[in-house]
């Protein structure tokens, strides 16, 4: 990660200048270890400037990173860190319970090399969290497409007196001989059912 994007939450200017002092501000610290810095202080940046970022360091209370992640991984999925200084810290006392995935910690006291190996790791970890994602979201999609078809199954084993081998038989052929996926042709069956039940067809035994 050498291009990262830094959010500031939004407070006057004159707050911000005496809750941190600029050495320690993360855009300054990133830049003078050689890290290319977009800055954003309101969501239209953010949206606007994380399209050019490998990562995000949120400059923030705890309890906004959720919504702020959130907000963000609609535009452009990357590693978040948060970035603890003493004024971040001091404004999530409250927030220790709160449910908040970040990717790694960083603190204005570190040194490059701390810094960089942090930003490495935090990288790792997001590429196994994007994985866990993915597998998740996979297995939540077969059980759904599992679903429909064994509804389908069902409603063809009542329509047509078969037993479910045969039913899934007759799922394949039909997937076959129109070219589409099994789950698609079961969600059909089961939507086409569905909708004669509501009507009061006795259509339904045509399938």
Known sequence: MRSLLVIHH??????????????????????????KVHLARSEKQ??????????TILHLPVAAIKSWSGTLDQQKRVPVLWWCSDHAASQSLEACEDDVTVDGLLFPTMKEHELH???HFSCKHFYEREQWHNE????????????????????????????ESEAY?????????????MVDVATSIVKLYQLLQETGSGGAKKL
């Open 10 to 35: 939004p407070v006057p200017a004159s707050e911000r200048s005496g809750t941190d002092a600029k050495a320690l501000l993360p855009e300054f610290i990133l830049r003078s270890y050689g890290y």
């Open 46 to 55: 953010a949206l606007a400037r994380i399209m050019e970022a490998d990562g």
């Open 117 to 119: 190996w942090t930003l």
């Open 136 to 163: 998740r979201t996979q297995l939540l999609a077969r059980i759904e497409e599992r679903k429909w078809i064994d509804m389908a199954k069902g409603i063809l084993c009542k329509m047509k007196n078969i037993s």
């Open 169 to 181: 038989d007759v799922l394949r052929r039909q997937a076959m001989n129109e070219r589409k996926r």
